[in-house]
């Protein structure tokens, strides 16, 4: 392929982001390196098949968000490995004083769900004539009680937040963690009467919006960070940890130590793929260091993921959705259970069931174990009687996450200035993780799509 006037590339960290970016630069004929210190590609996207159940570390599925993202997958040649989500994933489950229940799906099931009162659903319907704030950002609790009312924040918003971002919606900003809903009354002043309006304004312009798909692969997710790692033209280095970086004479140079030794690569572009509380422990000359350092540091709480398999005659519920989430305010030490085996199929050996829990996060930290013994002990104890649990599960597969998610609280748009300010004060360096684009799989790609687009052109992210 033609590399003339392409620019080389060093990519540190072979995360999805990382792969992503240096799959696609790769693809148009730039030279690209990247440097991932573990023994691993695939950050923490890990996918094992133990004893018949599919275990996945931290994401189990991936709601596809946008037309870009779905046709990286194709381009990368997964269009066939795709395993769509059963249509039951529709369904989610939310408890409320005990009991679970099934969010409604309907304007009729809105009018009659047990979930909110009678009080709660003619607070919604005084929506629209609520003003606009006007505040430049605001936490997801105080927008959403002030437009929708306290019912609607902890038996709804707040539990998204918790599936979405284990965050706390006290603290996370409705701007960058939820930037449609915080559009929708800046630009419309409601989000009802907002969302009939944009609805009426693309229909208009003919504009048909992208239905977001939910999927996996059927050897789980960690298939893509795969793919892009053995199908990537770029060179991949596992096992090296980068000593110095610097900028001189319009060039980054990279030194780095392997088993093999040490070695140095000078680049004209810096693609920075690491988790966010690596970026300030990475070796950055004194010049550099200065400038990261002006890059607050964001809040990553612990979360533990849990595999439990059961057998079938084990679980009373039907399992008949994606999942449950449980919220703050019914004072359980889980944050929710996604029903694995009922999404996709293959995850759990005939006659079982596979469940993937989650604990801790921004509201319950202390609930994230690093033993899974006692993980198991936690889950079972909270589940028993909201899944009609019998026995002990027959597996179970943990993983602890000391710093999972990060989180877009109130005042991140800071975060996301100072990147932009240290991008535009060092040509070629470019920041391309899951902290600034949105957090989900999908969000990955589409960064990776626009880092590598701007590396191209030469001009930092905006």
Known sequence: METENKPTVIVLGAGLSGLATAWRLARTGSEVTVLERSGRTGG????????????????????????????????????????????????????????????PMSLWGGVTTPLYSLRAKFRLLAEPFIRASGDDDESVASFVTRRMGWEFLDYG?????????????????????????????????????????LGRERKRSGETPYKSRMIAFRDGIETLPRRLADASAARILTDSRVTSIDRAHDCWHVRWT???????????????SVQETEIRKLPWSDRLVAAVEQIPALRQPPVTTLVMGFRRDQVEHPLDGFGMLIPFREERRVLGAIFSSTIFPDRAPEGHVSLMIFMGGATMPECAKQDTGDAVALACDELRG?????GEPVFARSTHWPAAIPQYDVGHGKFLAALESVERAWPGLHFCANYRGGPGLSDCLDSAIRTSDLVLAGGPVS
């Open 258 to 272: 392997d088993p093999a030794g040490e070695h140095e690569i000078s680049s004209d572009a810096l693609v920075v």
């Open 44 to 103: 923490v996207i890990r996918s094992e098949r133990v004893d018949g159940f599919l275990c996945e570390a931290a994401p189990n599925s991936m709601l596809l968000k946008s037309a870009s993202a779905e046709g990286f997958l194709a381009d990368v040649g997964l269009r066939d490995a795709i395993v769509d989500a059963n249509p039951l994933a529709s369904k989610r489950f939310l408890v409320r004083d005990g009991r679970v229940l099934p969010l």
């Open 386 to 390: 909201l899944l009609g649990l019998s």
């Open 157 to 197: 918003i707040a539990s998204l937040v918790s599936g979405i971002f284990a965050g706390d919606p006290q603290r996370l900003s409705i701007r960058y963690a939820f930037p449609k809903v915080w559009n929708l009354e800046a630009n419309y002043g409601s989000l009802i009467g907002g969302a009939i309006k």
